[in-house]
């Protein structure tokens, strides 16, 4: 893959970027500041950039509004932020445009190298990707008028693995149970959450949103 890096962090930049390299992956840029980082993406249209999330001059959320320059100048350009809190507006910016190819993962997840790198791989083929910590967090925040109210216990907790970026068979695998149960776990929510049939992908993204901003 083609890979864009920006971070100000320099050991960090490096360190990714040996990461990618010796992993065969192609780091066509790796910056420092948001607008490096636009330009980089609208002059390399990499298969995915590695963001984060503060940076200079402010070092508050320069580089998510960056990485949403970017993704309206290159659409669906697959964009993964880490982040050394959990700041789950965030998340929320990310996939306003409902498109997929996010990913949000706390900067500790780095250390776990075949869960990071499976984590790029995921958003660089269109999926979503959110860290178990904002998704927990964002439980927290579920409003009094709860738009998955309708949903089973099970349901819930298999459209928080879907927000995790987990596919129907690592659900499965993880849930122990069959990817047929899955399949209609995932159907149902679907059908409760009023998403009518399109695209798998686009549907997956929708209920991740539903779940996200409930």
């Not at 990461?19 to 910056?31: I, K, P, R």
């Not at 596919?167 to 679907?190: M, P, Q």
Request: net charge negative.
């Amino acid at each position: 893959m083609r890979v864009v890096i920006a971070d100000d962090a320099v050991l960090l930049r490096e360190g990714l970027v040996r990461l990618l390299t010796e992993q065969g992956h192609d780091v066509v840029a790796a910056v420092g500041d948001g607008d490096s980082l636009v330009t980089a993406i609208e002059e390399h249209r990499p298969d995915i950039s590695i963001v984060d999330v503060r940076m200079p001059p402010s070092h508050t959320d320069e580089g998510l509004r960056a990485a949403v320059t970017a993704r309206e100048r290159v659409p669906r350009t697959p964009i993964l932020v880490l982040s050394q809190y959990v700041e789950v507006s965030y998340a929320d910016d990310l996939l306003a445009d409902r498109a997929g190819a996010v990913g949000y993962l706390l900067k500790d997840r780095v250390a776990a190298i075949a869960e990071f790198l499976d984590a790029v791989d995921r958003v660089a083929s269109g999926g979503t990707v959110l860290d178990p910590e904002v998704v927990s967090q964002l439980l927290v925040r579920r409003r009094r008028d709860d738009p998955l109210r309708e949903l089973t216990p099970r349901e819930r907790e298999v459209l928080s693995l879907m927000a995790e970026g987990r596919s129907n068979t690592a659900i499965a695998r993880t849930l122990v149970v069959s990817d047929g149960a899955v399949e209609k776990h995932v159907r149902n929510i679907f059908t409760k959450l009023q998403l009518p049939p399109d695209e798998e992908q686009h549907r997956r993204v929708l209920a991740v949103l539903t779940y996200l901003r409930g």
